[in-house]
């Protein structure tokens, strides 16, 4: 029986994997992207495959001594196979539909039923080599646990530390300002290339109407993750390590070897070094970790990384339920369970986007910093804003264009504020996506929409947003010429030093 437990525990670890993958291997990625420690979703992973397991012994055990057990091992051959590869088709090398997983199903089926009509000694061998991959999972499990454990024992850097000088009243500040804004997914197409002519986007042309806009600006990258440090550093980045001790270790392109990068490589530690303050209010990458010696202000927030229904700011108990009912509403309602997945993360990014607002009015409104990077998570999906109520989603179902609504409205608010200042004539602000609707990433979500579909115009446009309002501009301008997304940082080394813009097609670096 002892045996049959373990096997039990390891078929449950398998089906739960997508749950706690990101914590295989270290964890890297996840804990990357959280601000909190994972101790309490860590034990609640382990609850779920401790429970789980124990549920499919307490009906296993008892039917393994009776004359119904032949054909629930016929039952589970049948079965499980085709379940698990559905549960993890999500990280398998291949893109497996749902009709090719349903014709596997039942193809597989018909062979376990004819082995075990025609081929007797086949279809024994096949149950035990399904006994055999048991024994495998149970130590798959045990693994697994092992590695959760490693990652509950992580303990993460700050999100987020201030300086005296921006919770005291100070005197007005006497120095040029630069704002430094991306809005994540930005895409030039969306924004002013061929925008829905139902979509208003007022503030994003006020903003052109007295700044340059690139027309073909050039990705470096399609992650986040490698964009932002590759901005930062102005060199590009195409590797990237988050070590346990919370250190970012990259690899530039052309070269060899990791090294780590920290504040001091970055256009934050020119500019303190040119005397100015800076102050920083991000989504996604760790900021007050990785560059804290360099950013005198700072503030990051996600509470939406977590695969599946699971949220740092959940209780454990919470954390340990609500997975186990996804799994089972997955058998039960398959499209039901993953709309109410979508309609989970469209929450969590709405409490992450909230609490990031908040922040960036107060340190606009508080106008002490001298250079501001604000990296905010819209239009980015999941989208939690509706045109239609004109108000937030707090469910599955708004677009893309809704994203971009939204972002717009957010456009407006830094606008309003900056505009206000008494430092406006002498205000620099840059604008940009990371990089562009990435609609091959999004197409098979639940929440893609008929609106995404028909904006997307089943293609992709690889080209993000950017543009430059330089201090004192008035007028409009446009380069349509080829321009790589890496000259922001050169756009920005040229402001911090005092230096004329040059936003030529030319490559900007100093």
């Given at each position: 029986m002892?045996?049959?437990?373990?096997?039990?525990?390891?078929?449950?670890?398998?089906?739960?994997?997508?749950?706690?993958?990101?914590?295989?291997?270290?964890?890297?990625?996840?804990?990357?992207?959280?601000?909190?420690?994972?101790?309490?979703?860590?034990?609640?992973?382990?609850?779920?495959?401790?429970?789980?397991?124990?549920?499919?012994?307490?009906?296993?055990?008892?039917?393994?001594?009776?004359?119904?057990?032949?054909?629930?091992?016929?039952?589970?051959?049948?079965?499980?196979?085709?379940?698990?590869?559905?549960?993890?088709?999500?990280?398998?090398?291949?893109?497996?539909?749902?009709?090719q997983?349903?014709?596997?199903?039942?193809?597989?089926?018909?062979?376990?039923?004819?082995?075990?009509?025609?081929?007797?000694?086949?279809?024994?061998?096949?149950?035990?080599?399904?006994?055999?991959?048991?024994?495998?999972?149970?130590?798959?499990a045990?693994?697994?646990?092992?590695?959760?454990?490693y990652?509950?024992?992580?303990?993460?850097?700050?999100?987020?530390?201030?300086?005296?000088?921006?919770?005291?009243?100070?005197?007005?500040?006497?120095?040029?300002?630069?704002?430094?804004?991306?809005f994540?997914?930005?895409?030039?197409d969306?924004?002013?290339?061929?925008?829905?002519?139902?979509?208003?986007?007022?503030?994003?042309?006020?903003?052109?109407?007295?700044?340059?806009?690139?027309?073909?600006?050039?990705?470096?990258?399609?992650?986040?993750?490698?964009?932002?440090?590759?901005?930062?550093?102005?060199?590009?980045?195409?590797?990237?390590?988050?070590?346990?001790?919370?250190?970012?270790?990259v690899?530039?392109?052309?070269?060899?070897?990791?090294h780590?990068?920290?504040?001091?490589?970055?256009?934050?530690?020119?500019?303190?070094?040119e005397?100015?303050?800076?102050?920083?209010?991000?989504?996604y990458?760790?900021?007050?970790?990785?560059?804290?010696?360099?950013?005198?202000?700072?503030?990051?927030?996600?509470?939406?990384?977590?695969?599946?229904?699971?949220?740092?700011?959940?209780?454990?108990?919470?954390?340990?339920?609500?997975?186990?009912?996804?799994?089972?509403e997955?058998?039960?309602?398959?499209?039901?369970?993953?709309?109410?997945?979508?309609?989970?993360?469209?929450?969590?990014?709405?409490k992450?986007?909230?609490?990031?607002?908040?922040?960036?009015?107060?340190?606009l409104?508080?106008?002490?910093?001298?250079?501001?990077?604000?990296?905010?998570p819209?239009?980015?999906?999941?989208?939690?804003?509706?045109?239609?109520?004109?108000?937030?989603?707090?469910?599955?179902?708004?677009?893309?264009?809704?994203?971009?609504?939204?972002?717009?409205?957010?456009?407006?608010?830094?606008?309003?504020?900056?505009?206000?200042?008494?430092?406006?004539?002498?205000?620099?602000?840059?604008?940009?996506?990371?990089?562009?609707?990435r609609?091959?990433?999004?197409?098979?979500?639940?929440?893609?929409t008929?609106?995404?579909?028909?904006?997307?115009?089943?293609?992709?446009d690889?080209?993000?947003?950017?543009?430059?309002?330089?201090?004192?501009?008035?007028?409009?301008?446009?380069?349509?010429?080829?321009?790589?997304?890496?000259?922001?940082?050169?756009?920005?080394?040229?402001?911090?030093?005092?230096?004329?813009?040059?936003?030529?097609?030319?490559?900007?670096?100093?």
């Open positions: 002892l045996k049959k437990l373990c096997q039990c525990i390891g078929l449950s670890s398998l089906i739960l994997v997508m749950n706690y993958g990101d914590m295989l291997g270290g964890g890297g990625d996840v804990r990357m992207h959280v601000p909190f420690a994972l101790t309490g979703i860590a034990y609640a992973q382990l609850a779920d495959i401790l429970l789980l397991g124990l549920l499919l012994f307490a009906i296993i055990g008892p039917l393994s001594r009776t004359r119904l057990f032949p054909w629930v091992k016929l039952f589970l051959a049948i079965v499980a196979p085709p379940y698990l590869i559905g549960r993890i088709r999500d990280v398998l090398p291949f893109h497996l539909l749902s009709e997983l349903i014709v596997l199903a039942v193809l597989w089926a018909a062979i376990v039923v004819l082995l075990l009509l025609r081929f007797n000694r086949g279809y024994r061998r096949l149950l035990r080599a399904g006994d055999f991959i048991g024994i495998c999972l149970a130590i798959f045990l693994c697994g646990v092992v590695q959760v454990l990652v509950a024992s992580w303990r993460p850097g700050p999100h987020e530390h201030t300086t005296a000088s921006a919770t005291t009243v100070q005197p007005p500040r006497q120095h040029p300002l630069l704002v430094w804004v991306i994540d997914e930005l895409s030039y969306q924004v002013y290339g061929h925008r829905a002519q139902d979509l208003a986007l007022p503030n994003f042309d006020a903003l052109r109407s007295q700044s340059t806009v690139f027309s073909d600006a050039q990705p470096i990258g399609d992650r986040t993750v490698k964009v932002v440090p590759s901005l930062l550093s102005g060199h590009e980045v195409n590797a990237y390590r988050f070590t346990f001790d919370n250190r970012l270790k690899r530039d392109t052309g070269e060899h070897g990791f780590t990068l920290d504040g001091t490589e970055t256009v934050f530690a020119d500019a303190k070094q005397g100015w303050r800076t102050a920083a209010v991000g989504w990458n760790p900021y007050c970790t990785i560059y804290a010696g360099s950013i005198d202000d700072c503030y990051w927030m996600d509470l939406d990384i977590i695969e599946y229904p699971m949220a740092q700011d959940k209780s454990f108990w919470r954390n340990t339920y609500t997975p186990l009912k996804q799994v089972a997955q058998i039960v309602a398959p499209a039901h369970a993953s709309r109410d997945l979508c309609s989970y993360d469209v929450r969590q990014r709405y992450t986007y909230i609490d990031l607002k908040q922040h960036t009015s107060q340190l409104h508080t106008d002490q910093a001298d250079f501001i990077f604000l990296h905010l819209v239009p980015h999906g999941p989208n939690i804003w509706s045109r239609a109520r004109n108000d937030y989603a707090h469910g599955c179902g708004s677009s893309y264009l809704d994203g971009l609504a939204l972002a717009d409205r957010e456009m407006g608010n830094v606008m309003q504020i900056l505009q206000s200042s008494p430092r406006w004539k002498d205000t620099t602000l840059i604008v940009e996506g990371d990089h562009s609707w609609t091959y990433i999004w197409d098979d979500q639940p929440s893609w008929r609106e995404d579909e028909a904006a997307s115009h089943d293609d992709f690889p080209r993000p947003a950017v543009i430059i309002h330089r201090a004192g501009q008035t007028e409009a301008s446009v380069v349509h010429t080829p321009w790589s997304l890496l000259n922001v940082h050169s756009v920005l080394e040229q402001v911090i030093h005092g230096e004329e813009i040059h936003v030529t097609a030319q490559n900007l670096k100093r």
